[in-house]
């Protein structure tokens, strides 16, 4: 790629060996360079072809530090979760942080310690992704964002793992997953282990399980012979009276039926994290 002009160190309009252009993104990618002089790809963060115009705006908008920042976070978030932002997640979080630096200085906080409590326990290691952010945050800021922020944060970093999930997916299910754990730890009058690896696997499994009924996705796997369903209630009563309230939680605030399958899958995860020795 040749260089074309920069719109800031981190941020400059080259061109590739086919002439088509793109705006990089990436630490000091466009700081001394001169128009045919050859790019340093390995220095390249992001990058979006000239012909998605919303997307170069919205970034031509953002201040150098801004660029910048994002890009140490992402970095760091790719790393720390082995994951991989695309252009679009790139572009909410630059936005997020944005907004958030604004609101940081003007001392606007936005905090819902029960919520906080929530996606801490339900998703450790992108809350921890976002600890760090905060802490790249102040240390190329200068500003420390309020704890408020790790929530919102820490929901971007979940959404990495699905492209076709929005954040808005994921607020959504975070809460309906929060409220499911709710009712199994009411069922069975206890609070659950969460850092047990049943616990991390119900977890996944109500996530997975959710986003594929918001997305109105219902085929399924091979169905289970049915007369399973009726053995697992018989050896299980205690868990299926917790799915059957589960279930009756997801008709009346969405509408939504458990399948029979649902059903097995379901008691048997609430087994596994209400036996905590097996």
Same mark, same amino acid.
């Given at each position: 790629?040749?260089?074309?002009?920069?719109y800031?160190?981190?941020?400059?309009?080259?061109?590739?060996?086919?002439?088509?252009?793109?705006?990089?993104v990436?630490?000091?990618i466009? &700081?001394?360079?001169?128009p045919?002089?050859?790019?340093d790809?390995?220095k390249? !963060?992001?990058?979006?072809?000239?012909v998605?115009?919303?997307e170069?705006?919205?970034?031509?908008e953002?201040d150098?530090?801004i660029i910048n =920042?994002?890009?140490?976070?992402?970095?760091d978030?790719?790393?720390f979760?082995?994951?991989?932002?695309n252009d679009?997640?790139?572009?909410i979080?630059a936005?997020?942080?944005n907004?958030?630096?604004?609101?940081?200085?003007?001392h606007i906080e936005?905090?819902?310690?029960a =919520?906080?409590w929530?996606?801490?326990?339900l998703f450790p290691?992108e809350y921890?992704?976002?600890?760090?952010?905060?802490?790249?945050?102040?240390e190329?800021?200068?500003v420390?964002? $309020?704890?408020?922020?790790?929530?919102f944060?820490?929901y971007?970093f979940?959404n990495?793992?699905n492209e076709?999930?929005?954040?808005?997916d994921?607020?959504?299910?975070s809460?309906m997953?929060a409220?499911?754990?709710n009712?199994i730890?009411i069922s069975y009058?206890t609070t659950?282990d969460?850092?047990? &690896?049943n616990?991390?696997r119900?977890v996944?499994?109500?996530?997975? &399980?959710l986003?594929r009924?918001?997305?109105?996705n219902n085929?399924?796997t091979?169905?289970l012979d $049915?007369s399973?369903l009726?053995?697992?209630i018989?050896k299980? $009563?205690?868990?299926?009276?917790t799915?059957?309230?589960?279930s !009756?939680?997801l008709?009346?605030t969405?509408?939504?039926?458990l399948?029979?399958n649902?059903?097995v899958?379901?008691?048997?995860?609430v087994?596994?994290v209400t036996?905590?020795?097996?």
């Amino acid at each position: 790629m040749k260089f074309v002009k920069n719109y800031n160190n981190n941020a400059a309009l080259v061109v590739d060996d086919e002439n088509v252009e793109w705006m990089i993104v990436g630490k000091g990618i466009g &700081f001394g360079k001169k128009p045919g002089d050859l790019v340093d790809a390995s220095k390249i !963060t992001q990058k979006f072809k000239s012909v998605n115009n919303d997307e170069i705006d919205t970034l031509k908008e953002y201040d150098e530090d801004i660029i910048n =920042v994002t890009t140490d976070i992402v970095q760091d978030v790719e790393a720390f979760l082995k994951v991989k932002f695309n252009d679009y997640q790139y572009l909410i979080l630059a936005d997020h942080i944005n907004f958030a630096y604004k609101r940081a200085k003007e001392h606007i906080e936005f905090t819902d310690r029960a =919520v906080s409590w929530e996606v801490k326990k339900l998703f450790p290691k992108e809350y921890q992704a976002s600890v760090r952010a905060i802490e790249i945050i102040r240390e190329d800021l200068g500003v420390m964002f $309020p704890k408020g922020e790790l929530v919102f944060l820490t929901y971007h970093f979940v959404n990495l793992e699905n492209e076709k999930e929005t954040l808005q997916d994921t607020i959504q299910v975070s809460k309906m997953i929060a409220d499911i754990i709710n009712i199994i730890q009411i069922s069975y009058h206890t609070t659950l282990d969460d850092e047990s &690896f049943n616990y991390s696997r119900l977890v996944s499994h109500l996530r997975y &399980f959710l986003i594929r009924k918001l997305k109105s996705n219902n085929t399924s796997t091979e169905q289970l012979d $049915p007369s399973l369903l009726k053995l697992m209630i018989m050896k299980y $009563p205690d868990e299926n009276a917790t799915v059957q309230k589960i279930s !009756t939680f997801l008709r009346n605030t969405k509408g939504w039926a458990l399948s029979q399958n649902d059903q097995v899958y379901l008691i048997l995860h609430v087994w596994r994290v209400t036996h905590r020795n097996n």
